[in-house]
């Protein structure tokens, strides 16, 4: 399984006709979050005109949220949101705030420059493709640490943390395929291992 998402958050700003356009990214993945990341425009960017956004949550897309907060309806966050659905992008949430210039873009003029906001703090983002992978962490005696760790410099293999005490625990993140990735540790320690199942997260690889 996996779905895109932003690489990061970002803010991204663009003036049009005197008036500010602050977009910023947020990385979600509940609505508890969504009011969370709220909060934080209003603080970052206090006494603004607006703030307006659009969030889609959830791996399947289903949970779709957008505010126009006071700017004329469909002019703000459907526009947002419209980005974010063309991208295909799930678990983020992009908020435009706006400082009203003093100059009205009327309907047309804000729906652009609302889109644009967030089109183009999205492609400063960068959209990533999340992949679900398996977590595991290994136990093994020291003697077979330097064969067990050359065999995890490899793509697709990612040493989370390593720990040092009657044994070395090292705590992976993999996209390969979990039986024959185990098969293969099992082998090359000759059964001298104890692996642990982690829950399965989202992970890029890019």
């Known amino acids: 399984m996996e779905y895109l998402s932003l690489a990061k958050a970002i803010e991204h700003e663009i003036v049009i006709q ?7 990214t947020y990385l979600i993945s509940s609505e508890e979050e969504l009011s969370l990341c709220l909060e934080d425009a209003r603080e970052r960017y206090p006494n603004a005109t607006h703030y307006c956004y659009g969030a889609v949550i959830g791996l399947e897309g289903l949970v779709q949220r957008f505010s126009d907060d006071g700017e004329p ?7 947002i949101l419209q980005v974010l659905l063309q991208k295909g992008l799930k678990n983020v949430l992009v908020v435009v705030v706006r400082y009203f210039g003093g100059i009205k873009l009327g309907a047309g003029g804000l729906v652009r420059a609302y889109s644009r906001t967030a089109a183009e703090a999205v492609n400063k983002a960068g959209i990533v493709r999340m992949v679900l992978s398996s977590q595991a962490v290994l136990s093994i005696n020291y003697n077979l640490l330097g064969s067990v760790e050359h065999f995890l410099h490899q793509p697709g293999i990612d040493i989370k ?5 009657e044994k070395v625990d090292i705590h992976i993140l993999t996209n390969h395929d979990w039986d024959a990735l185990k098969g293969k540790l099992i082998d090359l320690c000759s059964g001298n291992i104890e692996i642990k199942r ?7 690889w890019d």
């Open 161 to 165: 943390e390593m720990s040092y005490g």
């Open 73 to 79: 309806s469909g002019t703000a966050g459907m526009p």
């Open 18 to 24: 005197k008036s500010r356009f602050i977009g910023l």
């Open 198 to 204: 982690l829950e399965s997260v989202y992970h890029n």
